[in-house]
């Protein structure tokens, strides 16, 4: 018995990476426009939709936004970024800005576009963003989503650089530490 063909959205799931390098092209207004109607029907925990996203696009604030986190850097070269301001604390939120970054970079990938997350983690660094952007106070920017055209002339993170683990390694199967049931073919 043949497998069959992996389905194409299948094959970007496994497959999206995240860019770091990018091309000084911009990002199209009308692309960015459909990545933000992506982002407006993400799911959210009991639909609060707790985001607020200011789109960057001036080079020198995303350059200055680099400086404000220790995972940060890269947005210094990005064409655009997307900066996730969300409202209340606890894991909620945090689940529904992780969940928003990978839909935003779902997105960006459908139209050709690289992506990759930076993250605010100290409250110095999420206070400075706050005062760069004019965020208020009751919004807290953990993260940003980096837009650009990914530099393929520069060596990026590969899941062959940095390796995945065998299913194996990973899975159990109806009780932690058993493997799957054999096939019957």
């Known amino acids: 018995?043949?497998?069959?063909?992996?389905p194409e959205l299948l094959a970007t799931l496994r497959t999206l990476r995240q860019s770091r390098r990018f091309l000084p092209t911009p990002v199209?207004?009308?692309d960015l426009d459909r990545i933000l109607e992506v982002a407006r029907w993400t799911g959210s925990a009991k639909?609060?939709?707790?985001?607020?996203?200011v789109v960057v696009t001036d080079s020198?604030?995303?350059?200055?936004?680099?400086?404000y986190g220790a995972f940060a850097g890269f947005l210094?070269?990005?064409a655009a970024s997307i900066v996730v301001a969300v409202e209340g604390e606890g894991r909620s939120v945090a689940y529904d800005d992780g969940r928003l970054a990978e839909r935003v970079m779902l997105a960006a990938a459908a139209l050709g576009i690289g992506s990759g997350t930076a993250w605010f983690s100290s409250p110095a660094g999420r206070q400075q963003v706050r005062e760069l952007l004019g965020l208020p106070g009751h919004l807290?920017?953990?993260?940003?989503?980096?837009l650009g055209y990914t530099d393929t002339g520069?060596?990026?993170?590969?899941?062959?650089?940095s390796g995945r683990k065998p299913l194996e390694e990973m899975t159990s199967?109806?009780?932690y530490g058993r493997p799957p049931e054999t096939r019957a073919t």
């Open 1 to 6: 018995m043949t497998t069959p063909p992996e």
């Open 28 to 30: 199209a207004r009308d």
């Open 47 to 53: 639909n609060t939709q707790p985001w607020h996203l």
């Open 60 to 67: 020198a604030l995303n350059t200055e936004l680099a400086g």
């Open 76 to 78: 210094d070269g990005v």
């Open 140 to 146: 807290e920017p953990w993260s940003a989503i980096g």
């Open 154 to 161: 520069q060596a990026q993170a590969t899941p062959q650089m």
């Open 173 to 175: 199967w109806n009780r």
